[in-house]
């Protein structure tokens, strides 16, 4: 496969993955009623205990909350698996998979590998696994843009808010205009092309790719302050909580406390 | 006189956009600006509301000199903004907020309305232009009729007295186009200002009480909508008429030089 | 590289966003200062343009082909702090929304990546700027992706130093310093570095016949950065003292014969013994040359951390010294 065919489809893949998020977060599952505050803290809060943890049957019971949580939220299983578990898996397993045999100690009956090395592998590839489907659940039930209004209980500045919420919105775009002009590139080569031709492709691709920011970026500009823009930035949040809310607060309090008093 | 251009001219990176302009814009009126592509159309809604001043010559709107120093005073660049409102041509520059709620809410917060207010101002003007289903959609995936009727909520929200629009109706389909143009022929009533730049000679005759056809930077005529219609000569060196393909019933294609008629 | 969670423990996780926080605030008033208000559209445009520019897979000399991350581009472009922004930006972006890289080690991939990335850059490319863009572009994006590259290898490699159970097993990453930081090393000097000098130099090159004017950011910035870079890193060598012992092939003759470090090599070693007397060759050169700071302690300092970090910032001089040597006799 080419360079481009690659770059396309890592670009799909990105597009894809926004376009599935978006439409997640709009059904009825569980966590998409809460607040999401309550969400970014609790499932951020979880993660870090994931990742505290000192034994790993806590990590376990993590993960399996995770998948629950996951179930309950009309997230489909297949979802989690293509989109984090399996990359995961092949990313820290490959880099697990030495360490049963490398790391000294005692060993296990009379295969090469050691209990450490056993033990050190099951930490690394859960707390990846637990970490990134709490991740995911973050963000394939929450609207993006709640997301990172909701960063603001971190104490993250107005102004980078507004960056991040101006990013995400010009990532799309940007993502669609790469998407297509390699696809223009694409469909215009003839036969294979030398290895300085296509660096050239790639590289007149992310030169072209940097002019269209820079001019966008100037007519945003004149848009912004078509539309009284000074300078400051203001960012109006409909977040209220519910009861429910509430209880879901208590509720991760809770699960955190206990998965770091089981993981000391 | 709510604009006033003294010749006027706007150089942009060694181009000259806009050359020796003078027109005058009374209070209430609603102009047609028609012109080519490169023709300055745009450059000059620009400087209309107050994003880029001339390098020769004067505006002044209700009198006051837009300059960088009055926009710098806060009193007159609050005011001001809320009285003009300039719609881009380019939906992907206008709308730049995460959400279609927030791109609306973004003028008010500016002039720092009180929050309360924004959200109850937001809500009506989206009920308003029916898209109000559309509140928590990202701008990127909506199709090309409803961004242009979020660009407008974004700027109906502050109810300004002067409407700019850069070619409104480009690379709609028919239908959207049409709501657009009703919807501006509704509004555009009263003590309000529209000024409509285009190249659609369709529904001149409707948005328009006056004509102002631009070539190259420069003013070349200034009538009534019918009158610029009529004369064929005019749109033909401004480049508004262009050639058009068609196919008979019979199956045969021709073309020849048309320009659209109600 | 962008570090996933469970990698580092939570206390290096930690330390790497305290590290990192007031690079932002100082990076965040310098924006300000520079852009006031056409901040908030330049910026978000330009971390857009990086966060795409990361997925680009790009065609690289020998058939294979790598991803760039674009901090050497960004930094020749906006300037040091604004790319170190804009490439935070794009990380964090990409770890929240897009799963690469993990939420705990934000921190630590814009320190590596961005924070320093952005140093570096700058400081290999201002000098050359004038006489040889392209070059200095290319070399400034090459110097800036290993310097992270080695970073996350040293934040790898101590993790099994501090960090392991009670039955020994490491609880992060497992490899030590010997085996993260070739392992790192290997990948980032061929292909990943090859791969920021073909998109930094590439796209510098274009410019300069496309847009020239989008190049003057770069040389706008106050040299200052440069040298807070290397204080930031003077002050970080210490961290070398906890890696206890010597490290793997740094031995004396006399360690050969003392039970203690013979225990040490071979713990090193995968638990191959030492041989019983110090290699020939090694008897016979070890004493040609007495460093004036043996063992790195100069005879009349005490401390060990303090004898340390003053070798370290000796030692670190010197290269300064020469690296700027270098420069001036290529202007």
């Known amino acids: 496969m080419s360079f481009l065919e690659r770059t396309l489809e890592g670009l799909h893949e990105a597009m894809q993955r926004a376009f599935e998020a978006e439409h997640s977060a709009a059904s009825r599952g569980l966590l998409q009623q809460?607040?999401?505050?309550?969400?970014?803290?609790?499932?951020f809060a979880l993660i870090v205990a994931a990742t505290m943890s000192r034994r790993l049957w806590p990590i376990a019971a993590l993960l399996a909350l995770a998948i629950v949580l996951t179930a309950l939220s009309r997230i489909s299983i297949r979802t989690l698996v293509s989109r984090v578990w399996i990359g995961a898996l092949l990313f820290t397993g490959a880099i697990a998979v030495p360490a049963l045999f490398l790391t000294p100690g005692t060993a296990i009956g009379s295969l090469p590998i050691t209990r450490q090395g056993a033990t050190t592998a099951g930490f690394l590839i859960l707390r990846v696994e637990t970490a990134a489907t709490l991740a995911i659940l973050l963000v394939f039930t929450t609207p993006w843009a709640h997301v990172l209004k909701a960063l603001r209980v971190f104490r993250v500045p107005v102004v980078f808010v507004a960056v991040f919420g101006m990013t995400c919105r010009y990532i799309l775009l940007l993502l669609d205009t790469a998407h297509d002009m390699f696809e223009s590139r694409r469909s215009r080569t003839v036969g294979t092309l030398s290895g300085s031709e296509r660096r050239h492709m790639a590289v007149a691709s992310a030169g072209v790719l940097l002019n269209r920011s820079s001019q966008l970026s100037g007519d945003v500009y004149l848009a912004m302050q078509s539309r009284g823009f000074r300078g400051e930035v203001y960012v109006l949040d409909d977040f209220r909580m519910t009861l429910r809310d509430w209880a879901a607060l208590a509720t991760f309090a809770a699960l955190v406390a206990a998965a770091v008093w089981a993981g000391r | 006189?709510?604009?006033?251009?003294?010749?006027?001219?706007?150089?942009?990176?060694?181009?000259?956009?806009?050359?020796?302009?003078?027109?005058?814009?009374?209070?209430?009126?609603?102009?047609?600006?028609?012109?080519?592509?490169?023709?300055?159309?745009?450059?000059?809604?620009?400087?209309?509301?107050?994003?880029?001043?001339?390098?020769?010559?004067?505006?002044?709107?209700?009198?006051?000199?837009?300059?960088?120093?009055?926009?710098?005073e806060d009193d007159f660049a609050c005011g001001f903004r809320r009285e003009v409102g300039l719609v881009f041509q380019n939906p992907d520059v206008q709308l730049f907020n995460p959400t279609v709620?927030?791109?609306?809410?973004?003028?008010?917060?500016?002039?720092?309305?009180?929050?309360?207010?924004?959200?109850?101002?937001?809500?009506?003007?989206?009920?308003?232009?029916?898209?109000a289903h559309l509140r928590d959609r990202v701008p990127h995936r909506l199709s090309g009729g409803e961004k242009k009727r979020v660009a407008l909520a974004s700027m109906l929200v502050l109810d300004p007295a002067v409407l700019l629009l850069d070619e409104p109706t480009a690379s709609l389909d028919p239908r959207s186009q049409s709501q657009i143009i009703d919807l501006l022929v509704e509004w555009g009533g009263g003590a309000k200002t529209v000024i409509v730049a285009t190249h659609d000679l369709a529904d001149l005759e409707d948005i328009a009480d006056r004509c102002c056809v631009l070539d190259s930077g420069r003013l070349v005529a200034e009538r009534a909508p019918a009158e610029i219609l009529r004369d064929r000569d005019l749109l033909e060196r401004a480049n508004l008429v262009h050639a058009h393909r068609h196919r008979h019933a019979s199956g045969a294609m021709h073309s020849h030089p048309h320009e659209h008629r109600r | 590289?962008?570090?996933?969670?469970?990698?580092?423990?939570?206390?290096?996780?930690?330390?790497?966003?305290?590290?990192?926080?007031?690079?932002?605030?100082?990076?965040?008033?310098?924006?300000?200062?520079?852009?006031?208000?056409?901040?908030?559209?330049?910026?978000?445009?330009?971390?857009?343009?990086?966060?795409?520019?990361?997925?680009?897979?790009?065609?690289?000399?020998?058939?294979?082909?790598?991803?760039?991350?674009?901090?050497?581009?960004?930094?020749?472009?906006?300037?040091?702090?604004?790319?170190?922004?804009?490439?935070?930006?794009?990380?964090?972006?990409?770890?929240?929304?897009?799963?690469?890289?993990?939420?705990?080690?934000?921190?630590?991939?814009?320190?590596?990546?961005?924070?320093?990335?952005?140093?570096?850059?700058?400081?290999v490319y201002r000098p050359l700027a004038k006489r040889w863009p392209v070059v200095a572009a290319g070399l400034a994006g090459y110097a800036a992706i290993n310097i992270s590259a080695l970073l996350a290898a040293i934040e790898f490699g101590l993790q099994p130093l501090w960090y392991r159970d009670a039955s020994g097993a490491p609880l992060y990453c497992p490899y030590p310093l010997s085996v993260t930081i070739p392992a790192m090393m290997i990948g980032h000097l061929t292909i990943a570095g090859f791969a920021e000098l073909v998109i930094s130099a590439g796209v510098v090159a274009f410019l300069r016949r496309s847009d020239?004017?989008?190049?003057?950011?770069?040389?706008?910035?106050?040299?200052?950065?440069?040298?807070?870079?290397?204080?930031?890193?003077?002050?970080?060598?210490?961290?070398?003292?906890?890696?206890?012992?010597?490290?793997?092939?740094?031995?004396?003759?006399?360690?050969?014969?003392?039970?203690?470090?013979?225990?040490?090599?071979?713990?090193?070693?995968?638990?191959?013994?030492?041989?019983?007397?110090?290699?020939?060759?090694?008897?016979?050169?070890?004493?040609?040359?007495?460093?004036?700071?043996?063992?790195?302690?100069?005879?009349?300092?005490?401390?060990?951390s303090f004898g340390y970090l003053l070798s370290a910032m000796f030692g670190t001089g010197l290269v300064m010294l020469s690296c700027l040597t270098v420069v001036r006799l290529l202007r």
């Open chain 1, 34 to 43: 809460i607040d999401a505050r309550i969400k970014v803290l609790g499932l």
């Open chain 2, 1 to 72: 006189m709510l604009f006033d251009l003294d010749r006027v001219t706007f150089r942009y990176e060694g181009v000259i956009a806009l050359d020796d302009l003078s027109l005058s814009i009374p209070e209430g009126s609603r102009v047609g600006l028609l012109g080519a592509n490169g023709s300055g159309k745009s450059t000059l809604l620009r400087l209309l509301d107050g994003l880029c001043f001339p390098q020769d010559g004067s505006i002044r709107f209700r009198g006051s000199e837009l300059t960088e120093a009055r926009f710098a």
């Open chain 2, 101 to 131: 709620f927030d791109e609306v809410a973004f003028g008010p917060l500016q002039l720092r309305w009180p929050k309360s207010e924004v959200r109850e101002r937001v809500a009506g003007i989206l009920d308003r232009l029916r898209i």
């Open chain 3, 1 to 123: 590289m962008h570090i996933p969670d469970g990698y580092l423990s939570p206390a290096t996780c930690a330390t790497m966003y305290a590290a990192s926080a007031p690079f932002w605030y100082v990076a965040l008033r310098r924006v300000r200062k520079a852009l006031h208000t056409r901040l908030v559209p330049r910026l978000s445009l330009f971390a857009a343009f990086s966060f795409v520019v990361m997925m680009f897979n790009l065609p690289l000399p020998g058939g294979t082909t790598g991803h760039a991350v674009g901090i050497g581009l960004a930094t020749v472009v906006l300037g040091p702090w604004a790319a170190m922004l804009a490439v935070s930006i794009a990380i964090v972006i990409q770890a929240l929304f897009f799963g690469d890289g993990g939420i705990t080690a934000i921190g630590a991939n814009c320190f590596n990546m961005a924070i320093v990335g952005a140093l570096v850059a700058y400081a």
């Open chain 3, 212 to 304: 020239p004017a989008m190049l003057q950011g770069g040389a706008s910035s106050r040299p200052i950065p440069a040298w807070a870079a290397l204080a930031v890193l003077l002050i970080l060598t210490p961290l070398g003292i906890l890696a206890a012992g010597s490290a793997w092939g740094e031995w004396m003759a006399s360690d050969f014969s003392d039970p203690a470090a013979r225990a040490q090599i071979a713990a090193q070693s995968l638990h191959q013994p030492p041989p019983a007397h110090a290699p020939q060759g090694l008897a016979r050169l070890a004493t040609i040359w007495t460093a004036p700071f043996a063992r790195y302690a100069p005879p009349f300092i005490r401390g060990v």
